[in-house]
Nanobody
Framework: VQLQASGGGLVQAGGSLRLSCAAS????????TNWYRQAPGNQRESVAT???????RYSDSVQGRFTISMDGAKKTAYLQMGSLKAEDTAVYFC???????????????WGQGTLVTVSS
């Protein structure tokens, strides 16, 4: 499985942006889709999670402002970000935990990261 992230850019505070993460490959299913971010000088932190049974979880810092979703047919995950703040500036990474059909072993894949810059 390979992931291709896109959608980052420069946005003013209060604005919105949507990140995409397209998964390529065949014969696999996704157990969970995750978005992380890493700001300069900080550790990578979890932002949002979407499990295969539709459960979503968000960090306190983005709860109510960000929405994670998945288009299963396109195998593409999205992170809709709204009411953006300067502190949301970071490189955003998508991550999926996946397995081959008929297998139980879970694997992990990471996207290349996409930069989001929020100007105040």
């Amino acid at each position: 499985v390979q992931l291709q992230a896109s959608g980052g850019g420069l946005v003013q505070a209060g604005g919105s942006l949507r990140l995409s993460c397209a998964a390529s490959g065949s014969g696999f299913s996704i157990n969970s889709t995750n978005w992380y971010r890493q700001a300069p000088g900080n550790q990578r932190e979890s932002v949002a999670t979407l499990t295969s049974d539709g459960i979503t979880r968000y960090s306190d810092s983005v709860q109510g402002r960000f929405t994670i979703s998945m288009d299963g047919a396109k195998k593409t995950a999205y992170l809709q970000m709204g009411s953006l703040k300067a502190e949301d500036t970071a490189v955003y990474f998508c991550n999926v935990r996946w397995r081959y059909y008929g297998r139980t072993y879970e694997r992990e894949a990471w996207g290349q990261g996409t930069l989001v810059t929020v100007s105040s």
